[in-house]
């Protein structure tokens, strides 16, 4: 799965702004971002500079108000619903802060959910999701349910469930944000992990340490990128 | 006190605050309430009132009994041992004789037959009617001769003699006679066993009369003495009538009188079954009602169980909590009630005004039927328990609950809210196969009823007038004249422009007149009393059956030829042919009929016809020549091209033109007098339509809340779905499933216990079997229709989840 420099994601003056009881908030003014294949990219600055914004619009939950957006080539805001809906199952995978496991669905029942939509069958369900589920190291824990599980093993299943269908891009929105300090450094080793072998990921974080992992980091101001370092330049 | 009105104002903005809740809470305790009440109060009224008499427990009817045969006839069958035993029994106060009485009124207007009877002196006094004007009978004005006097209802004094104050003392005419108005008495006095009466006069008997040990034409009530039992009665009766068969063997024998409730006689006559399973219904709906308050109770508790924990965090006290939620419940049950009452009332009038006018009168408290409050206040406080147990519950529960861990929770699930989550489930499933219970029994009597009214009556109704009349015994005392009078009205009603063609008949179906003849082959020995055969009997002229469109069967119909000069002859209907000669023709045998024992040619065989109900039910019929066997009472039917009700007028100039002072009892298109007769059956179809859609919509606003309720709770998860890539359709499928299941495991059950239940209206169902495959397999599919209906809206909702929005806020 080792890549190429193949343009993953391509945005050009992207733009977002909220409208709420006369109220405009502009959460994104001129954004230009360039993510290539396997590329591990950070998303940094203050609450509510606009990042988890940026991530919505980045993984086809949102739509920006203005400018271009390319996902592998393809402009975004052309797709009808159910072509986003499509995209979103098959080529992006979501880690969430709070994790956003389903309290009413076993381990094993939560990772199967992408699959389950796109209509695969039984038995390639049961051998991915056992597979993803041995990547973060949580497939002893099939049968139990989130609230029998720590925070960092809710997480780890979260991102089993991002990576269960062989998605293009998992975007993490502070994925350690609910985790104390060594469950939050063993996700982090997750990501990286995968990112060694050839994911691309695109994670929102205001933790420095974290930002640190990635390869670039966009440090967004007030809806602007304001500032990329590299991480050749930051460790040297 | 302010804590109350502060409470009262919160609660006020909590209701208003949340329409749609209310707004079902409200109209579900309305028609909950309100149907159960209308229903009880003329159950109250019909059934458990007491009868509109002073002390009505001691009032009794006497029946006649034979205590070999084991019969027992609701009148007397022997005048001169009823008066024996009036003479000598110490049990009663008072003992009274009636016979109800169509009476024939002339003179101050058009003539007119009026219900009636004829009565002992002492009737209105054992009853304790007070006359608003004049007096009751004296004690000897019921000696032949001296009764030339009557008393008037308050409805015939109001409306024919226009209400006139000096009416006391004049003379009116009563079938050709003049009697004396004694008094007035109020409206509000009903004897239901006599009907809608409005003249009285007394019932004087003769000498003859009086001595008739074989016969009797009246019935007979008494007022027991105080302390009295009906037992004591009955064992003083038997005493008193085992001398009187040993003194008069040849028509005492065997014969006995027994007492019985006046009471239980009139409630046995209102239609009990079809009224207790009216209750039954409501009752049902009224669980529905109460299992769909109780949950809509439950989803708000658990909406605000965060609201609750917050306020406890800020220092309410549980007290405080629980309060200010009565008081909210309180609010919601004092709407519901006040909307369920004016349901209720308005119920109340709607069913009076369907029951027809021929049945009013035979209606204890007819006219009396108000709303009635003990059962509003039973319902509501039902409702209310119902409310309070699953409104309160949960919020003591959350009182209870660490506040810290429920504001932690949100909108995970707390074990205490999945706990409610199931139990809400539980409840619309139960409400589900009520409803379905419900539904069933419904469309088992509604379609019975169809298939009644739809089944051919033997005769074609439409386009049919019907003229009844009785002549006078005073004026036609002679077989000649009541010929000439039939004959003549006949050839007038013939020459009618638009009749196309008419017939006469001593009774017609569904008419005021029936009689009944006991019936055998001619040349048998005669039958065992208790194989005796009864008919029904009819005089009809040769036109008659081609008027009606009575299809002739066998042989030939009665035709100009069967008159004065012939043998008599007759014709049967199927049921008689196929009982008496199953495997033979009919056609040319003899037959012998009543009490002369007359002897008939049995010329044709005609088809069975409804003659009392619509529905079949198989009765000897039979019939013959009107010439041969004129009759006093007279139905005259005239069908038409069209319209037939334009006739009318002209109908009854036609026998007035022989007769100007024939009082004419009506003149109504035959539809309409099956109309009449049919109305109970129609008022207690209307019900159950209206009980079934109203369980059916019950139940769905039941599925409706919950799924709602589901799908508000889901929306974070629902999000996450998305999210992940689940298809609005995908989500929509999901919601709508898992309502699907609930309603599904209801209606399983609801279909098993109607299977039990229906088999308890088998005697309700006509061609239609208590498990009638059609209504058991219709019901579900439409409540599973109906079901998906109501989940659509809320699975729509679900649908339109905006994972963005439902991902932020958690
Ligand atoms: N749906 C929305 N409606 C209105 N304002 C919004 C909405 N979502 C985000 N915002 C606003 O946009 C800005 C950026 O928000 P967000 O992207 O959540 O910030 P961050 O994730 O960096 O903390 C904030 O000012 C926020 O209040
Ligand atoms: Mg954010």
């Known amino acids: ?236 | 006190m302010q804590t109350l009105w502060q409470d009262l104002r919160y609660g006020v903005r909590m209701l208003a605050k949340n329409p749609a809740f209310t707004a079902v809470a409200v109209l579900t305790l309305a028609l909950g309430i309100g149907a159960n009440t209308a229903i009880f109060s003329y159950l109250d009224a019909w059934l458990i009132k007491p009868l509109p008499y002073p002390n009505s427990n001691r009032l009794v009817i006497f029946e006649s009994h034979d205590k070999k045969k084991g019969w027992t006839r609701e009148y007397l069958t022997s005048t001169a041992s009823f008066l024996d035993f009036q003479k000598q029994n110490n049990s009663f106060e008072q003992t009274v004789g009636w016979r109800g009485t169509n009476f024939n009124l002339t003179g101050d207007g058009p003539p007119a037959l009026v219900e009636g009877g004829e009565v002992s002196w002492n009737f209105f006094d054992t009853l304790g009617a007070n006359p608003i004007l004049g007096r009751t009978f004296a004690p000897d004005e019921d000696r032949p001769g001296r009764g030339r006097v009557a008393i008037l209802g308050e409805g015939l004094w109001r409306g024919r003699y226009a209400g006139e104050p000096n009416i006391i003392g004049r003379n009116i005419t009563i079938g050709g006679e003049a009697y004396t108005v004694i008094g007035v008495v109020p409206g509000t006095f009903q004897f239901p066993l006599m009907g809608i009466a409005n003249l009285w006069t007394p019932l004087a008997l003769t000498d003859k009369e009086r001595a008739d040990r074989s016969n009797s034409t009246f019935s007979a009530f008494g007022r027991l003495k105080a302390g009295v039992t009906a037992e004591q009665a009955e064992a003083e009766s038997a005493a008193i009538f085992g001398q009187l068969e040993t003194q008069f063997p040849q028509t005492n024998e065997n014969l006995t009188l027994l007492v019985d409730s006046m009471t239980w006689t009139v409630r046995r006559k209102e239609g009990v079954p079809e009224l207790l399973t009216c209750f039954v219904i409501v009752g049902l709906v009224l669980l529905i009602a109460c299992a769909n308050v109780a949950n809509l109770m439950l989803a708000r508790a658990m909406g605000r169980m965060k609201e609750f924990a917050v306020r406890g965090a800020l220092g309410a006290t549980k007290r405080r909590l629980a309060r200010q939620l009565l008081t909210e419940s309180l609010l919601l049950f004092f709407f519901g009630g006040v909307a369920g009452t004016f349901f209720g009332l308005w119920g109340v009038r709607l069913i009076e005004s369907w029951i027809p006018g021929h049945i009013r009168g035979y209606l204890v408290n007819y006219g009396h039927v108000d709303l009635d409050f003990a059962t509003l206040a039973f319902t509501l406080g039902i409702a209310l328990l119902c409310g309070l147990v699953f409104g309160l519950a949960p919020a003591f529960e959350s009182a209870r609950l660490d506040v810290n861990h429920t504001l932690k929770e949100a909108s995970s699930q707390a074990s205490g809210s999945r706990r409610s989550a199931r139990l809400r489930q539980i409840l619309v499933s139960a409400e589900i196969a009520l409803a379905v219970v419900v539904l069933i029994a419904t469309t088992l009597l509604v379609k019975s009823f169809i298939i009644s009214v739809h089944s051919s009556p033997g005769y074609n109704p439409a386009n049919l007038m019907v003229a009844q009349l009785a002549l006078p015994k005073t004026k036609y005392n002679q077989d000649a004249q009541l010929r000439n009078f039939s004959e003549e009205v006949l050839m007038r009603m013939q020459a009618l422009p638009g009749a196309v063609s008419v017939g006469a008949a001593s009774n017609v179906p569904f008419g005021g007149f029936g009689q009944w003849v006991e019936l055998q082959a001619a040349g048998k020995p005669s039958p065992r009393p208790d194989e005796r055969l009864y008919a029904h009997f009819t005089a009809a002229s040769p036109q008659y059956f081609s008027a009606m469109q009575i299809k002739l069967v066998k042989g030939r119909l009665l035709n100009s030829g069967d008159g004065l000069g012939s043998s008599p002859s007759a014709m049967i209907n199927q049921t008689i042919a196929q009982q008496m000669w199953p495997n033979e023709d009919p056609v040319g045998r003899q037959i012998q009929f009543g009490e002369q024992h007359t002897v008939c040619t049995i010329v044709g065989v005609v088809n069975d016809v409804k003659m009392h109900e619509l529905r079949p039910r198989l009765e000897r019929q039979l019939y013959v020549p009107l010439t041969q066997f004129p009759s006093a009472t007279l139905g005259f039917v005239v069908r038409t091209a069209g319209d037939s009700t334009a006739m009318a007028t002209a109908i009854r100039d036609a026998i007035w033109t022989v007769d100007r002072d024939q009082p004419i009892s009506s003149v109504e298109p035959l539809e309409t007098l099956i109309a009449v007769v049919d109305a109970g059956n129609r008022v207690v179809t209307k019900l159950m339509v209206f009980f079934g859609a109203l369980a059916m919509f019950l139940g769905a606003i039941g599925i409706y809340g919950v799924m709602a309720h589901v799908v508000s709770q889901r929306i974070h998860e629902i999000g996450i779905r998305m999210a992940l890539g689940a298809s609005p359709a995908q989500v929509m499928r999901m919601v709508i499933s898992q309502g699907l299941k609930l309603a599904s495991i209801g209606i399983a059950v609801g279909v098993l216990c109607a299977l039990a239940a229906s088999r308890g209206l088998e005697t309700m169902l006509y061609q239609v079997a208590p498990s009638d495959p059609a209504t058991f397999l219709g019901v579900p599919v439409l409540f599973a229709a109906v079901a998906l209906a109501a989940c659509y809206i809320p699975a729509q909702r679900g649908m339109r989840v905006d994972p963005l929005v439902a991902l932020r806020y958690e």
Not at chain 1, 185 to 191: G, N, R
């Open chain 1, 1 to 236: 799965m080792v890549e190429t420099n193949g343009t993953l994601i391509k945005m050009e003056g992207v733009k977002k702004v909220f409208y709420t009881d006369e109220v405009e908030t502009h959460a994104l003014e001129e954004i230009h971002l360039e993510i290539k294949r396997g590329q591990y990219i950070s998303i940094a600055g203050p609450s509510g500079c606009g990042k988890s914004t940026l991530l919505s619009i980045l993984g086809l939950l949102d739509s920006p108000t203005d400018g271009n957006y390319w996902l592998n080539g393809q402009p975004v805001a052309k797709l009808t619903i159910s072509e986003r809906t499509r995209i979103r199952n098959r080529e992006i995978g979501f880690i969430f802060q709070a994790f956003n496991l389903i309290g009413d669905l076993t381990v094993y029942e939560n990772v199967e959910l992408p699959l389950t939509y796109r209509g695969t069958s039984a038995a390639e369900r049961k051998q991915k999701v056992q597979q993803a589920l041995e990547r973060v190291g949580m497939a002893h824990r099939l049968r139990h349910y989130p609230s029998q599980l720590s925070g960092g093993q809710q997480q780890r299943v979260a991102v089993a469930r991002a990576l269960v269908g062989d998605p293009l891009i998992l975007m993490a929105d502070e994925p350690t944000g609910n985790l104390d300090s060594k469950n939050g450094e063993a996700v982090m080793e997750l990501l990286r992990d995968l990112h060694r072998n050839g994911a691309t990921i695109c994670m929102v974080t205001h933790d420095q340490r974290y930002a640190n992992f990635a390869e670039r980091t966009i440090h967004l101001f007030d809806g602007r990128i304001v500032e990329e370092t590299r991480e050749a330049e930051v460790g040297a």
